[in-house]
Nanobody
Framework: QVQLVESGGGLVQPGGSLRLSCAASGSIFSINAMGWYRQAPGKQRELVAAITSSGSTNYADSVKGRFTISRDNAKNTVYLQMNNLKPEDTAVYYC?????????WGQGTQVTVSS
């Protein structure tokens, strides 16, 4: 079973930036599309960015133009660069497989955007 460990969250002012990282165990990482999800209090978890094994990306409309997903298959790591953060981006962010049934969820990393 793949294990996922997210990091890089924190408290940032509106307009600020953060870079999230997700380290995955297991050799099957590179053949899977990966995604960043987020869950705000009282809301369902949503997929905000995804990247295929070949590097094609897709974004939710709410983050398009502000977030960039990338991956380093040699390091089994996926990243999320978040710029121009807004208060509505506040959530716990998780990474997991995209477009297929998820692996076990990691603990996530909290992102709080507030002045």
């Amino acid at each position: 079973q793949v294990q996922l460990v997210e990091s890089g969250g924190g408290l940032v002012q509106p307009g600020g930036s953060l870079r999230l990282s997700c380290a995955a165990s297991g050799s099957i990482f590179s053949i899977n599309a990966m995604g960043w999800y987020r869950q705000a209090p009282g809301k369902q978890r949503e997929l905000v960015a995804a990247i295929t094994s070949s590097g094609s990306t897709n974004y939710a409309d709410s983050v398009k133009g502000r977030f960039t997903i990338s991956r380093d298959n040699a390091k089994n790591t996926v990243y999320l660069q978040m710029n121009n953060l807004k208060p509505e981006d506040t959530a716990v962010y998780y990474c997991n497989r995209a477009y297929r049934s998820p692996w076990y969820w990691g603990q996530g990393t909290q992102v709080t955007v507030s002045s």
